[in-house]
């Protein structure tokens, strides 16, 4: 009966690809993605805790720099003040929140690198186009502190083949590469040197068919667990420990 079913299986997908439905209703393919992906964020947001970390869940205005009372939180909770830490960020931008983990960890033997294009994102981004957000590299006063610029999948290689992560410093990763393309290929990327106790954040997290399923793929597919210590702006920004 098995074998049966399989072939039955077989054939009706073949007759399906035959047919092209693509050229009839190809136009439903992103908002199914969407409605899929929006579903899946709901339940997500359902099984999560709301009462013993940081949540503002459910809030009727997004106050942006509530990402400050997230990091303030995280770096409390966790001790993380002086804590030597390799922090990774990718998506710098002007720089306002990699100034604000430098100015927030003072132990010498923290490292702090910042990625970004510089030349705006590579691709569109809901009602940002292509080259949008552009600007300069920051300037910071503080040797710890190490700018990468370009696209994450020409930087990205190099530099860990520069840089030993699989020291012992935790791991505190931020990703505010908006798009669903460069949170997966960092994420990825960095797989093999995540340890349990390192961070993982999130800035733009529920916008369902990007980071949010950026990180979805991620952790099914590398059967990565992580534990939600902290989120604000109604799951906007996040941040887990991996476990």
Known sequence: MKKIRMKLIAH????VLLCRPHVIIGFLQRPFLMASNILSLTKWIA????THILNDFYSSKRVYI???QLYKYIVDKLNLGNEPINYLEFGVCTGDSYKWWLANNDNEDSLFYGFDTFEGLPESWGAFAKGDMAT???VVNDNRAEFIPG???EALPAFLNMHNLKDEKR???HMDADLFSSTLYVLTSLAPYLRKGDILMFDEFNVPNHEYFAFKVFCESYYIKTKLIGAVNNYYQVA???E
């Open 136 to 138: 300069n590299i920051p």
């Open 171 to 173: 791991k505190v990763v």
């Open 151 to 153: 696209l994450f999948q």
């Open 12 to 15: 009706l997908k073949g007759i």
């Open 66 to 68: 509530k990402r400050y």
């Open 47 to 50: 099984g999560q805790d709301k």
């Open 240 to 242: 887990f420990v991996i």
